[in-house]
């Protein structure tokens, strides 16, 4: 059973950063990416990264805000914040695609299915 572990969360005021972190427990997937879930909405997707090439995608609200990172050696994939919003505000995951997805930002992008989650991570964002 693959586990994923986050750690990182938060609370921050507007303007800060913080630095997520998901170790996972085999890094064997073509893509990892980092989700959120705010209160009264849908979970989406935010950032993936190919863990092969190391090619980035981010949905535009995060865009120049947010990256994503891994370190291959530990096993883990970052998710850098800065210049956090009040709507960032959202129990943040690491997930990996299911079966059958090719694409790592078509998975993000399209909201194809995820295969593992980690047990989420909270961000809260004061303004």
């Known amino acids: 059973q693959v586990q994923l572990m986050e750690s990182g969360g938060g609370s921050v005021q507007a303007g800060g950063s913080l630095r997520l972190s998901c170790t996972a427990s085999?890094?064997?997937?073509?893509?990892m990416g980092w989700f959120r879930q705010a209160p009264g909405k849908e979970r989406e997707g935010i950032a993936s990264?190919?863990?092969?090439?190391?090619?980035?995608y981010y949905i535009d609200s995060v865009k120049g805000r947010f990256t994503i990172s891994q370190d291959s050696a530990k096993n883990t994939v970052y998710l850098q914040m800065n210049s956090l919003e009040p709507e960032d505000t959202a129990m943040y995951y690491c997930?990996?695609?299911?079966?059958?997805?090719?694409?790592?930002?078509?998975?993000?992008?399209?909201?194809?299915?995820?295969?593992?989650w980690g047990q989420g991570t909270q961000v809260t964002v004061s303004s």
């Open positions: 085999v890094y064997n997937f073509n893509c």
């Open positions: 997930a990996v695609p299911g079966d059958g997805v090719i694409g790592c930002a078509g998975w993000i992008r399209y909201g194809y299915a995820s295969k593992y």
């Open positions: 990264i190919h863990t092969g090439g190391g090619s980035t």
